[in-house]
């Protein structure tokens, strides 16, 4: 008898949890959680070992993932807020990450691109790759509110030249840079086991979550998102709103192409972060919100982002064969997201709540 | 059928949940007479136009076409067009991109064949026949508004339609294209074609009609012969309110205090981009006053240009007797001036946010970026005046779409009393409301006045504004042609002021 | 509405320009978008232009002087940001085709079709002695090759064949990527392991590269019985590389050699090696094999951190002189279709010249 009202009390949760925007993310970990569990528990091993240079460094799928992931997760903060408060996506963050990050490698290593010391500051090249990167959300973020251009037309301008421009800025050429230290930042800071990029991640998502704190920029761009002209009637300016958030996914991008850069010292412009826009928009669906903007949750796009990540590293780790893979992804994301639709969750949500009524019933007698 | 007529409509009946759209309404259209269908918002006006093309079904009544024995059904738009109905809309329904010829012969082919150069030719002929100067080839994004219009009416004539009805034709158009469009209906009268216009506009209808039809309360009032109808009556019979029996509801207005405190808002020539003419206009602390006129005469226009809501393009502006500029709603706001809109749904709520946020949003504005209230605040303010207002909502965490229109009302009043403002600006605040909440509103409206808030106060309900206002400016087709006080304050006197041009 | 319109034109021009900044209608041509970009290049061709002199100045002359003036030549090429390799194709065809070597080149790039066919029927009017064709598709190029013919202007096919007749071409100057990988495969087979066990990181798959890397691969692993662990597509990206050898780390499977068809996706590989601190390269753990010749990757070998790197030759002007010279000279060829040699440089035996060399 007792047993029953916690049950009762239970379903209930689970009917106002699946209601939770975070639910979808959420719920899609868990299933890759457990049917790699299933498939090959030893998916979770996680071991202590040593890298070439002798400091320790963690290893295992799960500390791939969120090492992995971090690039994603990191647009997916840009791209939520760009979503939200333009009702479009920003469609060129591949290109803007091959640009920032050549513009990085041509800092570091001088004109001429052989150089084989640091020709400037660490420091140095990552600053100017944030303002690049801003320079052209910018731009974009100018054609989406000063033009009002649809955001996918506008950002399909840097979409297509993106490449050719990071190609121009090192003359074609794929330097490589040749500094130690350089490498810490997407790979392990001497004495410390957790990949850095995982840091750099966690260091963004603090920095948005006291963004969204300390300033109004959420309610903003949620309000001019969900309605335009209102906004501009309780004296909000939509244009800049709109544009704002384009030049905060610039500095995303150039913190996900500073840390692609630093992971294997170079990038070569014509294939780095190829369809990643596409995971980040993925990265904002599967984290519920609405591509047609209005209310948004950062903390879902995020979770969605390493659902990607889980499910990327999933399928190598099962070693799907190469031509198959993009086939097994869609199949996984058509699934997810048919998870997130509103009414699916509404056919859920009614199905907990059925689970509670019999148990009512069965009290009664 | 009598003889001539084209068209009548005989005790059509229809309803919606809730309300009763059309209670048993006539009406009857000739050969060659274009027919006006007249009446305030929420009269029937479109229910009825919508029952004739098929829009909705009507739940009871006949309708009688030339031709055809026995009532007709009507089903569907397809149905209308069959037998010869057709509609040009205020919003152009055609197709932008493609070429006048096309989008007169669009969906009209039997094999889905085209043969291009007869196409055009028949569209020549048939543009130069009824004078439109405009070519077939020529894409219809790139002709002016009333071309487009009037490229949908030759579409109409081809289609060998009997009755047309133009919805709101003119209200985009300048005054010269509106002459071309009459110039255009004229002709197609000669024709016998029987023509419905619906308009706001007096004098247009004055201009180019034979017969009026007033409905109101989804009731008919009459047909009048145009002649025979005098602006003001028509006026009267479309506010429900006879001339005679107009008793003097003065008693209810409490009487204000004179307060010699000076103006807190005065502007001079101001106009916008919506196309008023420049108009003075001025409100002292603890006033309430308010616009009045007919739908479209230019009210709502006023109060936006007061709050730069819409682009101002000229005028001087004073708050409290110091030169300001107010040129969009922040500027209107930091000066202490409040505006809650006409258009609840399109510019009055975030659907999607909670009805905190709702009630938070213009004063987080003000406050400033970097000063956000913190969630204890905001549900401190919310539920202070959730109470103060009585809104029913089930937290201050609803989404405020999934409020009633009344509570969404209530819920964009108290976003604005939370600014605290010296000016408040109400546009249509008791439009769609329960008849209590209405009076609730009424009498809020005087109690802010009574301390110390100027308001203004637009309604389409003249005894409203009489109970509330004190002074009253009365538009007519976008102009401020009068300004009414004391013993002037009458429905005789407002009628009689917003019918204006017919009475000399 | 004006304003959408005129916003559309600002738009369309951008991205026409934007498009010629990629492609580069001529060789003269230097908008904004590419004008530092091509003034490099012309900076090079005049270097580069006498370390190619020296090969074939002397040909050339005799060449360019019987007919006492410059040999006309038309040449449509892939765009030269596609990849390193074809920027460096790119370069030694500026370099070589100069009016210091007695020719008039002008140049087409890109990477569609139609375009290429366009550009040919310009040069065609513009009736040049020579077309130099790297095709972007194999199909289509009949018509316009027999405008050629009619015109007197002579076809060399570069780089890429097309599935045309013959006749419609003078040669056919090829490099296959069989041959490729079979060289590389050879090299791994006489490195006589005791055990196979390769991660395979393929290129785009679909792509000539990849298929020719890809097949010489599978057919030597299925006959000598190799034990491929892992066959992933990395797409060209060293990232993605670095991933995919992560998770076979991460699983704990054992493996000796690396196949990369590409130094990018090798670089990435050895990124996650040296994660886990596994030794490669030469008397190592694990073998890495990579393509292309980069400099940095041809580096590598020298310091013995690779093993192999095979190269698809994106030099290829000095067999066109070649043909071009034997034409003028009214000699006729032995064969249409010529095989480039296929460079494959070992650790073990790589010298700083060759990176000089051939690092692209």
Redesign the interface.
């Known amino acids: 008898m007792t047993a029953r009202p916690k049950t009762a009390e239970k379903s209930s949760f689970l009917a106002s949890i699946v209601r939770k925007q975070i639910f979808i993310p959420i719920a899609a970990l868990l299933l890759l959680a457990i049917f790699n569990l299933i498939m090959d528990p030893s998916f979770f091993k996680i071991t202590l070992g040593h890298n070439i240079e002798g400091n320790p460094v963690l290893s295992g799928n799960i500390i791939s993932i969120i090492d992995y992931g971090s690039e994603l997760a990191i647009l997916a903060i840009g791209m939520t807020l760009v979503t939200a408060a333009s009702r479009g996506q920003d469609i060129s963050v591949g290109a803007a990450i091959a640009i920032s990050g050549s513009v990085v490698l041509r800092i570091l290593c001088g004109p001429n691109a052989d150089a084989a010391t640091l020709q400037a500051p660490i420091i140095v090249a990552f600053l100017a790759s944030c303002i690049v990167a801003m320079a052209f959300g910018a731009f974009n973020g100018a054609l989406v509110s000063i033009f009002r251009i649809q955001p996918m037309v506008a950002t399909l301008i840097l979409f297509t030249a993106g490449r050719s421009i990071a190609a121009w800025i090192n003359h074609n050429k794929l330097p490589v840079v040749n500094d130690k230290t350089f490498a810490y930042f997407g790979g392990y800071i001497p004495g410390i086991p957790i990949p850095t990029p995982v840091f750099i991640a966690i260091a963004c998502f603090i920095v948005i979550w006291i963004v969204l704190k300390f300033t109004t920029l959420g309610l903003y761009a949620q309000a001019v998102g969900i309605n335009e002209k209102t906004s501009r009637l309780n004296g909000l300016n939509p244009a800049f709103i709109k544009f704002i958030t384009y030049v905060i996914l610039g500095l995303c991008v150039a913190v996900a192409a500073f840390i692609k850069v630093s992971r294997v010292s170079t990038i070569n412009y014509s294939v780095v972060a190829k369809d990643i826009e596409m995971d980040a928009i993925l990265a904002v669906a599967l984290g519920g919100n609405s591509l047609s903007g209005g209310k948004f949750s950062i903390s879902a796009s995020i979770l969605g982002a390493y659902v990607i990540q889980f499910l990327t590293t999933t399928l190598y780790k099962f070693n799907v064969q190469a031509d198959a893979l993009p086939a097994y992804k869609a199949v996984v994301v058509i699934l997810l997201v048919i998870l997130s639709a509103p009414i699916v969750r509404e056919k859920l949500s009614a199905f907990f709540k059925s689970l509670r009524s019999p148990v009512k019933a069965e009290s009664k007698s | 059928m009598q003889e001539k007529s084209l068209l009548e409509m005989r005790g059509i009946y229809k309803s919606f949940p809730g309300v009763k759209a059309l209670r048993n309404v006539d009406f009857t259209l000739r050969e060659g007479e274009i027919h006006a269908l007249m009446g305030e918002n929420g009269a029937g006006k479109s229910t009825l136009i919508k029952v004739l093309t098929g829009v909705h079904i009507k739940d009871s009544g006949d309708i009688f076409l030339k031709g055809h024995s026995g009532a007709v059904q009507i089903h569907s738009p397809q149905d209308a067009q069959n037998l010869g109905i057709s509609t040009v809309y205020q919003e152009i329904s055609l197709c932008p991109n493609l070429s006048v010829a096309e989008n007169i012969f669009l969906g009209r082919g039997k094999h889905g064949i085209v043969n291009w150069r007869n196409m055009n030719r028949h569209a020549g002929k048939l543009l130069d026949s009824l004078g439109i100067a405009v070519k077939p080839t020529q894409q219809l994004?790139s002709c002016s508004i009333a071309v487009q219009q009037m490229v949908a009416i030759a579409r109409a004539v081809d289609m060998e339609c009997s009755v047309l009805i133009l919805d709101e034709p003119t209200s985009s158009l300048d005054e010269s294209e509106v002459e071309k469009l009459f110039g255009l209906m004229r002709q197609l009268k000669e024709r016998g074609v029987g023509i419905i216009f619906v308009t706001h506009f007096l004098d247009q209808v004055y201009e180019v009609c034979d017969r009026i039809t007033v409905l109101r309360d989804g009731q008919l009032v009459g047909e009048y012969e145009i002649e025979k109808l005098p602006r003001v009556q028509l006026v009267s019979k479309m506010l429900g309110k006879e001339l005679d029996d107009m008793a003097d509801i003065k008693n209810d207005i409490p009487v204000f205090e004179e307060k010699d405190k000076g103006y807190v808002y005065e502007a001079e020539g101001l106009c916008s981009s919506e196309g008023i003419k420049p108009f003075n206009f001025n409100i002292r602390k603890g006033e309430v006053n308010g616009f009045t006129g007919l739908l479209g005469s230019g009210r709502s226009e006023c109060v936006r240009a007061i709050?730069g809501?819409d682009k101002v393009t000229g005028g001087r502006v004073k708050v409290n007797g110091k030169e300001v500029k107010i040129n969009?709603?922040?500027d209107a706001?930091k000066n202490g001036i409040a505006?809650l809109?006409e258009d609840r749904k399109?510019?009055?709520?975030?659907?999607?946010?909670s009805v905190r946020?709702n009630i938070i949003?213009?004063l987080?504005?003000?406050k400033?970026?970097?000063?956000?209230f913190t969630k204890a605040e905001a549900i401190k303010f919310a539920e202070e005046y959730i109470k103060l207002l009585d809104i029913k909502t089930a937290s201050v965490d609803t989404p405020i779409k999934s409020l009633s229109g009344g509570n969404q009302q209530k819920v964009i009043l108290g976003?604005w009393l939370l600014t605290h403002p010296e000016y408040l600006i109400l546009d249509e605040p008791t439009r769609g409301i329960d008849v209590g909440t209405k009076v609730d509103i009424q009498k809020l409206v005087l109690k802010l006045a009574s301390e110390g808030m100027s308001i203004t106060f637009i309604s389409s309900e003249t005894d409203e504004m009489l109970r509330t206002c004190s002074r009253l400016m009365v538009m007519r087709d976008r102009k401020l042609v009068g300004e009414l006080t004391g013993d002037e304050l009458t429905q005789n006197t407002i009628m009689n002021t917003i019918a204006g041009g017919g009475q000399e | 509405m004006k304003m959408k319109k005129v916003l559309a034109m600002a738009v369309s021009t951008l991205l026409c320009g934007t498009m010629l900044a990629g492609c580069g209608s001529s060789n003269e041509s230097s908008n904004s978008g590419s004008s530092s970009n091509s003034e490099t290049t012309t900076e090079k061709k005049t270097d580069a232009a006498t370390t190619v002199a020296d090969s074939g100045s002397e040909d050339n002359n005799g060449g360019g002087s019987s007919s006492g003036d410059l040999i006309k030549v038309g040449i449509i090429n892939n765009d030269p940001n596609e990849s390193g390799y074809r920027t460096a194709n790119v370069n030694d065809l500026k370099a070589t085709f100069t009016k210091e070597n007695g020719f008039d080149a002008s140049f087409a790039y890109s990477l569609k079709n139609e375009e290429q066919i366009n550009a040919a029927q310009k040069f065609i009017q513009d009736e040049v002695d020579y077309l130099l064709l790297s095709a972007a598709d194999t199909a289509g190029w009949d018509s316009v090759l027999k405008d050629a013919k009619d015109a007197g202007t002579r076809v060399i096919l570069f780089d890429r064949t097309i599935d045309a007749d013959e006749s419609l071409y003078d040669a056919s100057i090829v490099s296959d990527m069989a041959k490729e990988g079979e060289q590389a495969v050879k090299w791994l087979e006489s490195q006589d392991l005791a055990s196979y066990d390769i991660i395979h990181l393929q290129g785009v798959i679909g792509s000539a590269a990849q298929k020719g890397r890809s097949g010489a691969l599978n057919d030597t692993a299925a006959s000598k019985g190799w034990n491929i662990i892992t066959q992933q597509t990395a797409d060209w990206n060293a990232e993605k590389a670095q991933q995919i050898v992560q998770s076979v780390i991460d699983s704990g499977k054992k493996f000796n050699v690396i196949y990369a068809e590409n130094d990018d996706m090798a670089k990435g590989a050895v990124a996650a090696l040296d994660r886990a601190n596994i030794s490669h390269g030469v008397d190592k753990d694990v073998v890495v094999i990579g393509f292309d010749c980069n400099k940095w990757a041809l580096e590598e070998l020298q310091k013995g951190n690779w093993n192999y790197d095979g190269q698809c030759n994106p030099f290829q002007s000095t067999y066109i002189l070649e043909v071009i010279d034997k034409l003028e000279n009214g000699e006729t060829l032995s064969q249409k279709t010529i095989i480039m040699d296929e460079k494959g440089f070992d650790a073990k035996t790589i010298t700083a010249e060759d990176v000089e060399n051939y690092g692209i």
Do not use: E, N, S
């Open positions: 994004a709050f809501a969009k709603p922040i706001m505006y809109p399109r510019d009055g709520i975030v659907g999607d946010l946020d949003l213009a987080q504005v003000k400033g970026f970097f000063k956000p976003r």
